[in-house]
């Protein structure tokens, strides 16, 4: 793959997996990181846990909400396929572990970038080969990853407007992060995919037979 090639797509590699690999942590280590979180405005009282919350905020491997008395953040148990039952004093809402549980992909969407830049990093045209194949696989995983972010956004946002509370959902960091990543994953593999089909054309011109000489050019003047 040519210098012009592998210098961009290292680097669009490189990115993603930081971006993919900063949400796989998430909650309840990085509290900013959520891929949906709920802004309660006090109209109604909301509990949590038996807490009254101003803020629920959901990650991949827990959910943090800030109490509404000292404002200090709780998060739950860290767990794959949490559930959370948010409820008012007429109703309550469970956004259950079948909703979370796919969010574990953004892990292995990261694993599977990392794999890809070590990869691209390669100037052995078949190595580029399957860094291409890889980057491909990486980006639909990350594609996997944010459509289980829309559902899980969509799913919390109907919950909420039918539980009757005031305030709004909106979607967190992590769910335009991965969207991010998913872009930099299909520019990367896009990229090295160019290169290697340029860098082919370059070896088959580089490589091509002259053009043969009859037996009578030997005797041709010079």
Same mark, same amino acid.
């Given at each position: 793959?040519?210098?012009?090639?592998?210098?961009?797509?290292?680097?669009?590699?490189?990115?993603?997996?930081?971006?993919?690999?900063?949400?796989?942590?998430?909650?309840?280590?990085?509290?900013?990181?959520?891929?949906?979180?709920?802004?309660?405005?006090?109209?109604?009282?909301?509990?949590?846990? /038996?807490? /009254?919350? /101003?803020?629920?905020?959901?990650?991949?491997?827990?959910?943090?909400?800030?109490?509404?008395?000292?404002?200090?953040?709780?998060? /739950?148990?860290?767990?794959?396929?949490?559930?959370?039952?948010?409820?008012?004093?007429?109703?309550?809402?469970?956004? @259950?572990?079948?909703?979370?549980? @796919?969010?574990?992909?953004?892990?292995?969407?990261?694993?599977?970038?990392?794999?890809?830049?070590?990869?691209?990093?390669?100037?052995?045209?078949?190595?580029?080969?399957?860094?291409?194949?890889?980057?491909?696989?990486?980006?639909?995983?990350?594609?996997?990853?944010?459509?289980?972010?829309?559902?899980?956004?969509?799913?919390?946002?109907?919950?909420?407007?039918?539980?009757?509370? @005031?305030?709004?959902?909106?979607?967190?960091?992590?769910?335009?992060?991965?969207?991010?990543?998913?872009?930099?994953?299909?520019?990367?593999?896009?990229?090295?995919?160019?290169?290697?089909?340029?860098?082919?054309?370059?070896?088959?011109?580089?490589?091509?037979?002259?053009?043969?000489?009859?037996?009578?050019?030997?005797?041709?003047?010079?």
């Amino acid at each position: 793959m040519g210098r012009a090639f592998c210098i961009p797509a290292v680097f669009f590699f490189f990115a993603a997996f930081v971006l993919l690999f900063i949400v796989s942590i998430s909650l309840p280590y990085l509290t900013a990181m959520d891929i949906a979180r709920v802004h309660i405005d006090g109209s109604t009282a909301v509990s949590v846990a /038996s807490d /009254s919350v /101003s803020q629920l905020r959901l990650g991949i491997w827990a959910y943090c909400y800030d109490l509404s008395s000292s404002g200090n953040r709780v998060c /739950s148990t860290t767990g794959h396929g949490y559930s959370v039952v948010i409820s008012t004093q007429n109703n309550s809402v469970t956004i @259950g572990s079948s909703w979370t549980r @796919g969010l574990a992909v953004h892990p292995v969407a990261a694993g599977v970038t990392f794999i890809a830049l070590l990869l691209a990093l390669s100037q052995h045209i078949t190595i580029t080969l399957f860094a291409s194949l890889v980057g491909f696989v990486a980006a639909l995983l990350a594609f996997i990853a944010f459509l289980i972010d829309i559902a899980l956004f969509a799913y919390l946002k109907n919950q909420m407007d039918n539980l009757g509370y @005031g305030g709004n959902t909106i979607t967190g960091p992590g769910f335009w992060l991965t969207f991010t990543s998913m872009i930099l994953l299909v520019l990367g593999a896009c990229t090295v995919c160019f290169g290697r089909r340029r860098r082919r054309m370059a070896n088959a011109t580089s490589t091509a037979p002259g053009p043969k000489e009859g037996f009578f050019s030997r005797f041709r003047r010079n």
